[in-house]
């Protein structure tokens, strides 16, 4: 089974519908990140959390909300998808303590807003 | 300014020509050097960190040049399995956040 498992994999909506993402890891790491991919664009940091009560935006927070609802849960809110969330999205876990600098990520998930 | 740039390519390379990748990080703060690698459609795996030193893991060699702000990554005897995006990451003193490149995309050909 992967350490870092994000639902669903795939994901097609319409503009203005709620979406959550959701990723939870069995590494017990701290550290959880959620980043988005584009082509041409590379992976992009929305938000990141270094503990439970820690929250913090990343380079592309607007229209995204992440919840922290316990050390291995780390969940991806679009409050109303619009068609230029459409990417490939993908957690991120990192252990301060451990392999310094790896970051273990989950297998990714496609959202497409119509 | 993006924190790291890396050439997307493609690069297409013949079995076992040798071939190297630059990325350059913009933050001369940046303290920890890494390349991932991305096979399509797949999530980044740690290929290699990078140290001041140089580092080699059996055909991939990997350097970092502070003055100039720059690291590579070199593959010797390219094989067909080496197809992949590869990533540079860069992470700043409090290794709060990776700064990835856009990746730069290698195919191997028979």
């Known amino acids: 089974d992967a350490d870092v498992t994000q639902t669903p994999r795939n994901r097609i909506t319409k503009t203005g519908k709620r979406i959550m993402l959701e990723c939870s890891q069995t590494k017990g790491h701290d550290r959880m990140y959620w980043y988005r991919q584009d082509p041409g664009l590379g992976l992009r940091l929305i938000y990141y959390s270094f503990d439970v009560k820690d929250i913090n935006k990343g380079e592309i927070s607007d229209g995204y909300s992440v919840s922290r609802q316990a050390q291995a849960k780390f969940s991806l809110s679009l409050e109303s998808a619009i068609p230029n969330q459409t990417a490939l999205y993908f957690c991120a876990t990192s252990d301060l303590w451990g392999s310094a600098g790896e970051l273990f990520f989950g297998e990714g998930s496609r959202l497409t807003v119509l | 300014r993006k924190e790291v740039e890396q050439d997307p390519g493609p690069f297409n390379v013949p079995e076992g020509a040798t071939v190297a990748f630059n990325c350059t990080y913009s933050?001369?703060?940046?303290?920890?050097f890494f390349w991932y690698r991305q096979d399509c459609r797949k999530e980044p795996k740690l290929l290699m960190s990078?140290?001041?030193s140089g580092n080699e893991d059996g055909r991939f060699t990997a350097q970092l040049n502070r003055a100039s702000q720059y690291i590579s990554l070199l593959i010797r005897d390219s094989k067909l399995s080496d197809s992949a995006t590869y990533l540079c990451v860069v992470t700043m003193n409090t290794g709060n956040q990776f700064y990835f490149g856009t990746g730069t995309s290698l195919t191997v050909i028979p």
């Open positions: 990078v140290y001041s």
């Open positions: 933050n001369s703060a940046s303290q920890s």
